[in-house]
């Protein structure tokens, strides 16, 4: 996991630019993906590359994965040859850098005045790299709350048409009922339709009350009705379901003759009008919206998912600049050394500001790891939206199309109602460029509520974290670098450790001395295939994890658990196993463990029911190196830093 360079962080830098946060109703141009914050490289760079990553700068993608820059040329084509991960430039640098200072142990720790620059410039550049991540964050943050809102229209809309084709049908299917009832003489006396059994027996009852009001005309009513029926089924051209509409007891000259067939026509109409609009339109409506709701529920669960990831990793960069802070102010002051005095400080607690130094330039790549992978992430999911809607509406528009004109057939003694609603349907712009600009202002102009509606609120100031108030502008040429550059590590390689417990065995760990005297032992993952050989900086990135962020694949699977949600942080194994503060340690040889081991032993401060008793706490571990002339020199640099 590496932080970007200084030209990436440039050409972000641009963006800002298009955002007045004095002019509410300005909303930052639509992010096709989410930038990264700009913060500097984190190794030295030479004027001459700059210049030569100036000169390619057009050929890049502003949110590439930034290459390891403590990597040389030469090894990165040697190691996808061999596919072996090889030591980087960065490590002979580390080492360099590490032979020197053992060189000059003899000067002690790193000044004040050092110490003191260093913790007023990464001040600098937290104040800066704060502001232009807030305003990042707001951008990608507002414009997804409004994809947000855009998605819940879309299917807010499908829903109503779907509503709106379902109500016709079951009210044209009510009708048809009531119609084919009328024709067939199947409604009782509340005007109501039965079925056909009960109907027939409505009909033998109407029949007695007839002939006991028309007396002797019973016998011809039923002759005249019985021609009626026989010219009604010998006539091919009207349909066979008509051969159940009822004309029974009505003379030949009736008045209501007419009137039955015509309602019989009439349910006809409305039949094939229902059969049509339920078998196409409304089963493709309720096909849509199943659809649109399945990928709606992705999107938003994927979306949400990368906003958390976002602001979660800036959450750990403000804790972990919160703990340097509090901490490096003491440094700076000289309080440490009287740590015991101190209120709040507990006199166990291990005080290195490397420690917390080391934290908080991790956060800050791993933040900017999060943001490079999940651009990519957003800009599918920002493209996947407006496609999605370009589609929903294209078969919106058709169904509805149809259905109307369906409508448009049936009622036709209603014209201009329906041509009313047809000229907008038929005037909906079909040209996805056209789509896809209206979809954009919609979602422009509910950006704009939302900022008003943020700008209307308490918002907290960028800047109101510790020691970021009046910071002076951080200098052009400032770089983060890697925690293993800083001036506060005297040493650091990879070593065996052993405690002193009966089942204890012998296990590679990362060790490294800092300039307030202690020693730290790094625990490596058993899957990292670390052995003393390896350089430090390659064990140092095996104790980060890789970065996951949330994606589409992952959501829909269900495999995608955020680590933090798993009950552990990324920065789990950057907490040393093992914390030795030397000036209270004792150390010494053992011939029978071989020339390149020895031993350090620790007098722990008394905690608890032990201040009450005379024992002295004590812990040891025994330390192995490659060689005796390692050892010597761990011995050499342990001893300067305190321990006897």
């Known amino acids: 996991m590496d932080p970007p360079t200084e030209d990436d962080a440039k050409a972000k830098e641009a963006t800002e630019k298009k955002t007045d946060p004095q002019d509410s109703d300005t909303v930052p141009d639509m992010p096709d993906s989410a930038p990264p914050p ?3 490289p984190p190794t030295n760079v030479t004027e001459e590359e700059t210049a030569d990553v100036a000169k390619d700068g057009d050929k890049k993608d502003d949110d590439a994965v930034v290459e390891d820059l403590t990597t040389t040329e030469a090894e990165k084509d040697e190691a996808k040859e061999k596919k072996v991960d090889q030591p980087k430039e960065s490590v002979a640098k580390s080492t360099d850098k590490v032979a020197a200072t053992a060189e000059e142990e ?36 507002i414009y ?35 119609l084919r009832a009328s024709a067939e003489d199947r409604i009782d006396g509340n005007g109501m339709p039965v079925a056909e059994a009960r109907g027939n027996r409505l009909k033998q009852e109407r029949k007695k009350k007839y002939s006991s009001l028309g007396g002797g005309q019973m016998l011809m009513n039923l002759a005249m009705n019985n021609k009626i029926v026989e010219k009604v089924n010998g006539d091919s051209s009207i349909p066979d379901v008509q051969s159940s509409v009822s004309f029974e007891n009505l003379p030949d000259d009736s008045l209501v003759s007419e009137l039955v067939q015509c309602t019989a026509d009439m349910a006809d109409k409305f039949t094939e009008n229902v059969n049509f609009i339920e078998d196409v339109a409304l089963t ?29 990793a800036e959450e750990d960069v403000q804790k972990a600049w919160a703990a340097f802070y509090s901490l490096a102010c003491l440094a700076d002051s000289n309080a440490l050394t009287q740590k015991a005095n101190i209120k709040g400080i507990d006199p166990n607690a291990v005080t290195d500001v490397w ?9 800050v790549a791993y933040l900017t790891t999060v943001w490079e992978k999940s651009s990519a992430e957003l800009s599918t999911l920002f493209a996947g939206v407006k496609e999605m809607e370009c589609n929903r509406r294209f078969r919106l528009r058709e169904l509805m199309v149809l259905f109307m004109e369906r ?7 209603l014209p201009p109602l329906v041509k009313s609603v047809l000229e907008i349907l038929t005037k909906a712009p079909t ?54 550059m800083s001036n506060l590590l005297i040493k650091t390689e990879v070593i065996w450790r052993k405690s002193d417990k009966i089942m204890s065995i012998w296990k590679p760990c990362l060790a490294a001395t800092t300039s307030d005297g202690y020693l730290h032992l790094f625990e490596l993952p058993s899957t990292s295939n670390i052995v003393t050989k390896t350089p430090a900086e390659v064990a140092f990135q095996a104790l980060v994890p890789p970065v996951e962020v949330p994606t589409e694949d992952a959501i829909v699977e269900g495999g995608f658990v955020p680590m933090s949600m798993m009950g552990k942080s990324w920065f789990e194994n950057l907490i040393p196993g093992v914390s030795f503060q030397l000036k209270n340690c004792n150390i010494s040889l053992s011939q029978q463990k071989g020339n390149s081991t020895f031993e350090i032993s620790e007098v722990l401060p008394p905690t608890g029911l032990s201040k009450l008793s005379k024992n002295v706490r004590r812990r040891k ?22 321990a006897e």
Not at 147 to 164: G, I, P, V
């Open 38 to 40: 700009p913060p500097p």
């Open 106 to 141: 003899e000067d002690g720790p790193v000044s004040h005045d050092v110490r003191s620059k260093t913790f007023h410039e990464l001040r600098s550049y937290e104040a800066k790299r704060r502001t232009i991540y807030t305003s990042k964050m707001k951008s990608t943050s």
């Open 144 to 178: 997804w709350r409004s994809f947000r809102d855009l998605l819940s229209k879309s299917y807010q809309e499908t829903d109503r048409a779907e509503n709106l084709v379902r109500g016709t049908v079951v009210a044209n299917k009510a009708y048809t009922e009531f």
């Open 284 to 312: 493709k409506l309720c096909e849509l919206k199943k659809e649109l709701e399945a990928e709606l529920s992705v999107m938003s669960v994927l979306g949400d998912a990368t906003i958390y990831e976002l602001e979660k």
């Open 355 to 363: 420690l917390v130094e080391m934290h908080y330039r991790m956060a």
């Open 407 to 413: 409508g448009e057939r049936l009622w036709e003694s």
């Open 431 to 484: 040209d996805t460029k056209k789509i896809e600009a209206n979809i954009t202002e919609i979602v422009r102009e509910k950006a704009r509520v939302l900022q008003r509606t943020d700008e209307a609120n308490v918002t907290t100031d960028p800047l109101n974290g510790p020691g970021l108030a009046g910071v002076p502008e951080i200098r052009d040429d400032f770089e983060l670098q890697s925690p293993l």
């Open 621 to 642: 571990y025994s330390l192995r190196l490659s060689s005796s002339q390692e050892m010597v020199d761990w011995l050499l640099c342990i001893r300067s830093l305190g």
